[in-house]
């Protein structure tokens, strides 16, 4: 059992999968990270592997984008526009989270784990743009039966 930890270490030190960005590369960091925090861990490692900082989690932003989750779910509707008519911004904002006017939004429908999640939208040019955002500090991420909501925003 111990090997398994040391030839992980050794592969992650040896550089690996991870130290060339790639589109195949998101399974194999959701796997090195999974154990040291989840979504957010994986998501600042794959942030430093293009040079980029990483997020903190917002409980206010992931409050909303649990809500939308929520509310996609109830209605069986995937949009970024909600049934209400509001956005991210307006979401983001009407959850306490005022920022200074970046926010963005990741919507997955289906996918059985915030791994699968993760690795849809790290393979997604629109979606991976988002995960790479310069503007961004924070993050929120939701799910509710198969509805998944990852929103970013520069604060809270």
Not at 41 to 48: H, P, Y
Not at 86 to 101: K, L, P, Y
Not at 135 to 151: D, I, K, R
Request: charged share 15%; proline share 1%; glycine share 16%.
């Amino acid at each position: 059992m111990r090997l398994i930890p040391a030839l992980l270490a050794a592969f992650l030190l040896s550089g690996g999968l991870l130290a060339a960005p790639s589109s195949g590369s998101a399974e194999a960091l959701w796997m090195a990270s999974s154990s040291s925090g989840g979504f957010g861990a994986a998501l600042n490692q794959f942030r430093a592997n293009y040079g980029l900082g990483g997020l903190s989690e917002s409980r206010v932003l992931s409050s909303a984008a649990q809500a939308y989750a929520e509310d996609m779910a109830r209605g069986d509707d995937f949009s970024h526009t909600g049934r209400d008519g509001s956005n991210v911004v307006v979401r983001a904002r009407a959850a306490g989270c005022q920022g200074q006017g970046y926010f963005a939004e990741n919507i997955a429908w289906g996918q059985r784990s915030a791994q699968d999640a993760f690795n849809g939208w790290a393979t997604s040019s629109g979606h991976r743009a988002n995960m790479l955002g310069r503007n961004y500090g924070v993050f929120g991420l939701g799910e509710s039966q198969g509805f998944w909501v990852l929103m970013f925003a520069d604060g809270c």
